[in-house]
Every structure is written in structure tokens, then in C-alpha cells.
């Protein structure tokens, strides 16, 4: 940890969350992850809904990860262990992307049934259809792609 992220005297654990996103709006990355992961250190003990705005710094914390794969594990913790967090559909719905960016289009498929289910006032409600519509063209592409690979070659 850097020195500047423990909390001072009297400075409590939320105002570090406070910090830590006052500086990703700025775009200091650099000291927004430093405050973030201090937040959830320092908030680490706590349970039941006190521990939710943990979801948020976490979710922050992704926005900024340049690995998408840790970014996906990020959502993924705040999709299981938050699931009443204010961010828990946008993160199901970030992983449904990542999905189908990376081709997995029936887990993106499943994400995004989930997120129907699970969040039915989610403001990603109106873009699960076409969403779903883009898992549908996709893997019929792919199964015209595999039915030309299968069909025997003609000579000319």
C-alpha cells in the first residue's frame, strides 16, 4: 500500500471510497486504485448489507483494469458475493459483453437471461434484446461456417 491511502486520523473508510472515485472521475487512475483497495482493506471485516459499498469501489476498480480477464473476475465477485449492490446488473451485463466479444456466445446467452430475470428494473433491460439477437446472428454464422467447412469440396 501506498503511504498516502491509510486513513488519517478521524478519516474513516468512506472517505476513501469517496476519494478513490472523486479521482477516477478526474482521471487519476493512479491514486483512485491506491484509495479504492485501501477502502476495501480497510472494510474488509464487514458484513451483511454494510459491506455492499465495497461492490461499488470494486466495480470502479475494474472500470480501470487493462486486463480484460481481471476485469471480468472483478465482475464476476461483484455479480456472486453483491448481488443487491447498486452495480451488480451492470457488471452482469459487462460480463455478457465480454462474452461475446470473446465469442462464448451461450454464456453470454445465459448472462444476459440472468440479468432479464434477476434485475427486471435494471436500465440494461432495453438492450438485452438486441443483445441477444447478436448471440443469435453470431451462432448462426458460426453454423454456416462449419456446415461450408463440412461440405465436401467441388472441383472446378
Keep these: 500500500l501506498v503511504l498516502g491511502a491509510i486513513p488519517a486520523a478521524g478519516q474513516d473508510a468512506a ?19 491506491t484509495d479504492l483497495w485501501a477502502y476495501l482493506e480497510a472494510t474488509a471485516g464487514l458484513t451483511g448489507p454494510s459491506r455492499l459499498p465495497q461492490a461499488d469501489a470494486l466495480y470502479t476498480i475494474a472500470l480501470m ?8 473476475q472483478h465482475y464476476s465477485t461483484i455479480v456472486e458475493e453483491y448481488a443487491a449492490s447498486s452495480v451488480a446488473d451492470e457488471a452482469l451485463f459487462r460480463l455478457a459483453q465480454l462474452d461475446l466479444v470473446e465469442g462464448r456466445t451461450e454464456e453470454a446467452r445465459e448472462r444476459l437471461q440472468r440479468l432479464s430475470v434477476d434485475y427486471p428494473f435494471s436500465r440494461f433491460q432495453a438492450e438485452i434484446f438486441n443483445a441477444l439477437s447478436r448471440c443469435q446472428r453470431i451462432r448462426e454464422r458460426a453454423h454456416r461456417f462449419l456446415r461450408l467447412l463440412e461440405a465436401p469440396q467441388r472441383l472446378p
Design 15 to 33: 472517505q476513501l471510497l469517496d476519494r478513490g472515485k472523486r479521482a477516477f472521475e478526474a482521471g487519476d487512475f493512479e491514486s483512485a486504485r
Design 65 to 72: 483494469e487493462a486486463d480484460a480477464g481481471i476485469a471480468a
